[in-house]
């Protein structure tokens, strides 16, 4: 942003995300809500203040030091922002974020669930990750077990369940997109028929720049975009 016309750039997100929006209204049913996660990862506190201005209100950060010093620039506006965490968290980092954020969609092992369980003040609404595809390196619970998962869930009183997330291959064909996504909206389903009160499930996070159309489609409330706004 640096000797940028600030103007200018802010026509230019502005721009990008009507573009979104529009096909995000194009692709979704009439009874499906998308929330817009605007993920502020490549931008300084500024730029987030500027969206701010502009009426937007979630944002997404995958980093603790990162989202504390966004949150410090931005404290005369940030009881109005609700903060999504997105990436992957350590578990030392949680006790200093986990009473600072609305949601958290990276919910991706145990351990992660006994840390936040103990550091937070009250019921945290999270996203179980999934590994849907199976890949080796990918953080998230195997689909296969997920249903055990969730029922373990009920000795940690703090975690609250309101969906699921994902995130598809890099490589991924339309065809396996649409295949990983719609797998991931059947286990919604399935976990939301329990009837669990730590558990309601009825969101799915999933879709970024490059496949949220394919994931609004099949059935996605809250998507997480960066670059498609912030990249020329
Ligand atoms: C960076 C990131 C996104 C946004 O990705 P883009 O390709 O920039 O839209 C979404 N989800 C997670 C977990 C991320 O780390």
């Not at 640096?2 to 529009?22: A, C, H, P, T």
């Amino acid at each position: 942003m640096v000797g940028m016309d600030i103007l200018e750039e802010m026509s230019r997100l502005k721009e990008n995300i009507r573009k979104v929006e529009e096909l995000v209204n194009k692709n979704k049913d009439d009874d499906q809500t998308v929330n817009l996660v605007v993920v502020t990862k490549y931008v300084t506190s500024d730029v987030v203040r500027q969206l701010y201005n502009l009426g937007l209100r979630h944002f997404g950060e995958n980093r603790s030091d990162e989202l504390l010093k966004k949150q410090a620039e931005l404290e005369d506006i940030n009881k109005d922002i609700e903060w999504h965490f997105i990436g992957r968290l350590q578990t030392r980092p949680v006790r200093k974020i986990i009473n600072n954020i609305n949601y958290l969609h990276s919910l991706d092992r145990m351990s992660l669930v006994k840390e936040v369980n103990k550091r937070a003040a009250g019921p945290i609404r999270t996203f179980l990750q999934i590994n849907i595809s199976g890949e080796e390196n990918k953080a998230g619970f195997p689909p296969s077990k997920i249903l055990e998962t969730v029922e373990s869930l009920k000795n940690y009183p703090n975690i609250q369940v309101i969906g699921l997330m994902t995130m598809a291959p890099y490589e991924a064909s339309e065809k396996e997109l649409i295949k990983y996504f719609n797998e991931m909206k059947t286990l919604q389903e399935k976990i939301q028929k329990m009837h669990l009160p730590y558990a309601p499930c009825t969101e799915l996070s999933m879709g970024m720049s490059d496949d949220y159309i394919q994931a609004i489609q099949e059935g996605a409330t809250y998507i997480r975009v960066g670059r498609a706004i912030f990249e020329k």
